[in-house]
């Protein structure tokens, strides 16, 4: 997918300013890539099979969104294309993948700002949830200024192919001490 920049309609500044595709994007995820990329890039490699299950669900999902959208789109007049909904729905799963952190075991988050701080397995912030589902930040340390505010966005139980297919890097071993 492309963008295409002849949007029309009354959201149509809104919509320009959702996430794009890696056509105009600094970032790049398996999500926008072809099926043969991922083949090439990823058969016979434990990432294979990780990406692919993701791309089927994404591919399942955004079908049932699309068909949920597209005709209430066009009822508004917002003159979008079946393909370019298939885009903005693909470029909102990659957001939520690539910048969501796990509080706890199954308590995924997204959380505006946060999410811009970097991944660190040791990080200087820490994020609880109440059970009203408020987000409390705490340091962990003294932070001195200018100093990268950094969360751990995941278990370190997650292997690294699992880190580039979710979050579009891999995180470095921790390397052993003779």
């Given at each position: ?31 926008w890539w ?85 991944h660190s ?58």
């Amino acid at each position: 997918w492309e963008e295409d920049i002849s949007l029309s309609g009354p959201y149509s500044k809104y919509v320009k300013v959702l996430p794009t595709g890696r056509a105009v994007s600094q970032q790049d995820h398996v999500l926008w890539w072809s099926d043969d990329e991922v083949k090439k890039l990823f058969e016979g490699g434990a990432a294979y099979d990780k990406a692919t299950a993701l791309r089927e669900w994404v591919q399942f999902e955004g079908e049932i969104i699309e068909g949920m959208l597209v005709s209430d789109l066009a009822q508004k007049g917002m003159g979008l294309s079946v393909s370019q909904v298939r885009g903005a729905v693909t470029n909102a799963f990659v957001n939520v993948l690539n910048r969501s952190m796990f509080v706890g075991e199954e308590n995924q988050r997204l959380v505006p700002v946060l999410d811009m701080c970097a991944h660190s397995s040791t990080p200087n912030l820490e994020i609880e949830i109440d059970a009203g589902g408020n987000v409390a930040v705490t340091t962990k340390r003294d932070i001195h200024a200018g100093e990268e505010l950094t969360l751990e966005f995941y278990s370190t139980e997650f292997e690294g192919h699992e880190w580039y297919v979710m979050y579009g890097f891999i995180v470095p071993y921790a390397q052993v001490e003779d």
